[in-house]
């Protein structure tokens, strides 16, 4: 076993990378050596990152959390025409409608946010998993949040999901230990980025007091910690929510 962060060459799929913290996390890992592909709805904003980027070893891929088949497509794609997968760290996550009392809740958007936060982080862990167990090593990454450890008013349909995902790499986990795979999760509190620019003012203002380092986190601070996590050299971890809150949760 080597107990190495080097991610040189390893195929890395990154998720949500046109935006925010997925973003800064391609990049990030692109500079680092590995072998990228940035996934995401937004080809536009993709391609702008591909030619800041500017390397040979960042590729991009259009993708649909909303459509099942567009999931399982993107996954071979990348396996076939690129190569295997070594780590997935999935950045895709949508806020949905909030603000209001569970009691007004729009069922449809609800469903909505279910179905992009996470059955499709299900759907891609299923495709990734099955490519993965045959050769012996892998590193799944989620990105969940500190609303799914504790819950956060008005964001009942985010807190339930980012909740769901933390429980999927607890059981995933478990499931996977003897593989070689790690499945983790980072659960930050509120990171500066065009998510959170879309709180309403009193909802960011709430959650920001929350934080005792009296600060947002950063798509840096996101990275450096997922760089660690999908390395070789976290090994002895796996179904585990890796705190990124600036002491708001301290377990
Ligand atoms: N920003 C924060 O404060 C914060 C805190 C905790 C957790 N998170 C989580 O981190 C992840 C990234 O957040 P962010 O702040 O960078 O968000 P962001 O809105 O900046 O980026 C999200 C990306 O997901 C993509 N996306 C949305 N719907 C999609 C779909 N149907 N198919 C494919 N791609 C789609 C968007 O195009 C966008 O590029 C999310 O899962 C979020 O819930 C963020």
Not at 121 to 139: D, E, F, H, N, W
Not at 163 to 168: M, Q, S, V
Request: proline share 4%.
């Amino acid at each position: 076993m080597t107990n190495t962060t080097d991610i040189t060459n390893h195929i890395i799929l990154v998720t949500g990378a046109a935006s925010g913290i997925g973003k800064q996390i391609a990049a990030q890992l692109a500079a680092q050596g590995a072998e990228v592909i940035a996934a995401d709805l937004n080809l536009e904003a993709l391609e702008a990152l591909k030619s800041e980027v500017n390397k040979a070893n960042f590729h991009i891929k259009k993708v649909d959390f909303n459509n099942d088949q567009s999931i399982i497509s993107l996954v071979s794609e990348v396996e076939n025409q690129i190569g295997p997968i070594k780590g997935l760290i999935n950045c895709v996550g949508i806020l949905g409608k909030s603000g209001m009392l569970s009691e007004d809740i729009d069922l449809v958007n609800f469903d909505l946010v279910y179905q992009i936060n996470l059955r499709a982080a299900l759907v891609l862990s299923m495709q990734v998993l099955k490519a993965m167990k045959p050769r012996g090593y892998g590193r799944i990454l989620q990105l969940a949040s500190i609303s799914g450890k504790e819950g956060n008013p008005g964001l009942v349909a985010y807190s339930v999901t980012k909740a769901g995902l933390i429980a999927l790499v607890k059981a995933q986990g478990k499931e996977y230990a003897p593989f070689g795979i790690t499945i983790n999760a980072l659960a930050p509190a509120l990171i500066d980025t065009p998510m959170t620019a879309s709180f309403e003012p009193e909802q960011r203002q709430y959650l920001e007091s929350k934080i005792p380092m009296n600060r947002l986190g950063t798509v840096e601070e996101v990275a450096s910690l997922a760089a660690w996590i999908i390395s070789p050299a976290c090994s002895f971890t796996t179904g585990f929510a890796f705190d990124l809150t600036g002491g708001r949760a301290t377990y």
